[in-house]
């Protein structure tokens, strides 16, 4: 069974930065695409970032490209998101997920997630 924990959210100023972690456990991680996404409140879940299962393919949604990063540890079993130059319209819970139908920017392929980790970023 495939278990996904986030952790490292948390309350930080407008131009801060935060790591998000997400500790796989289960089948083999180097298999699996890795994405993160977020849901505001009233608002729908959005795709944030995704790592293909060789970290080797990147993707970013265009409101954090240039400012979040996403990378992965196949020897660790985690992905992260290092976030910078925060701003309030990133408040957010954030998500991990996994994919083993490819990778892909869309919430369809994704079949396991985590239980998520509040961001808040104050202004």
């Given at each position: 069974?495939?278990?996904?924990v986030?952790?490292?959210?948390g ?7 935060l790591?998000l972690s997400?500790a796989y456990?289960g089948r ?11 849901q505001a ?5 959005e795709f944030?970032a995704?790592t ?10 265009d ?8 990378s ?15 701003k ?5 819970v ?6 083993e139908?490819?990778?892909?920017r ?6 396991y997630?985590?239980?998520g ?7």
């Amino acid at each position: 069974q495939v278990q996904l924990v986030e952790s490292g959210g948390g309350l930080v100023q407008a131009g801060g930065s935060l790591r998000l972690s997400c500790a796989y456990s289960g089948r083999t991680f180097s298999k699996y695409t890795m994405g993160w996404f977020r849901q505001a409140p009233g608002k729908e879940r959005e795709f944030v970032a995704a790592t293909s299962w060789s970290g080797g393919s990147t993707a970013y949604a265009d409101s954090v490209k240039g400012r979040f990063t996403i990378s992965r540890s196949n020897a660790k079993n985690t992905v992260y998101l290092q976030m910078n130059s925060l701003k309030p319209e990133d408040t957010a819970v954030y998500y991990c997920a996994a994919s083993e139908r490819g990778f892909s920017r869309y919430e369809g392929p994704y079949d396991y997630w985590g239980q998520g980790t509040q961001v808040t970023v104050s202004s």
